[in-house]
Nanobody
Framework: QVQLEESGGGSVQAGGSLRLSCAVSGFTSRTYAMAWFRQAPGKEREGVAAIDSDGVTNYPPTLQGRFTISKDNAKNILYLQMNSLKTEDTAMYYC?????????????????WGQGTQVTVSS
């Protein structure tokens, strides 16, 4: 059974940093894509970073440079380092996984999802 469990969310002031973690269990595919998404109230879920099993990363242009995705393969943990946070980064953040090697930022690409962790950025 595949399980994804996010942690590391919280409240931070604008300009601050947070690192989110996603512990992955039961996912044994050697080829994969994993990603972080976020969803603010009243908005659609959007991809913020993705990585595949070759280490290829993908970011939307608006976030590149502030967010960094990485994976610790030994611990099977996916990370999202978020710097220079803005109030508009406030959202529920989700990690997702898929057995195919394409670091997509599309919601429909991913089969497995975590429950989310809240990030709140105040001014």
């Amino acid at each position: 059974q595949v399980q994804l469990e996010e942690s590391g969310g919280g409240s931070v002031q604008a300009g601050g940093s947070l690192r989110l973690s996603c512990a992955v269990s039961g996912f044994t595919s050697r080829t994969y894509a994993m990603a972080w998404f976020r969803q603010a109230p009243g908005k659609e879920r959007e991809g913020v970073a993705a990585i595949d099993s070759d280490g290829v990363t993908n970011y939307p242009p608006t976030l590149q440079g502030r967010f960094t995705i990485s994976k610790d393969n030994a611990k099977n943990i996916l990370y999202l380092q978020m710097n220079s946070l803005k109030t508009e980064d406030t959202a529920m953040y989700y990690c997702a996984a898929e057995r195919a090697r394409l670091p997509s930022l599309q919601v429909g690409w991913y089969e497995f999802w975590g429950q989310g962790t809240q990030v709140t950025v105040s001014s």
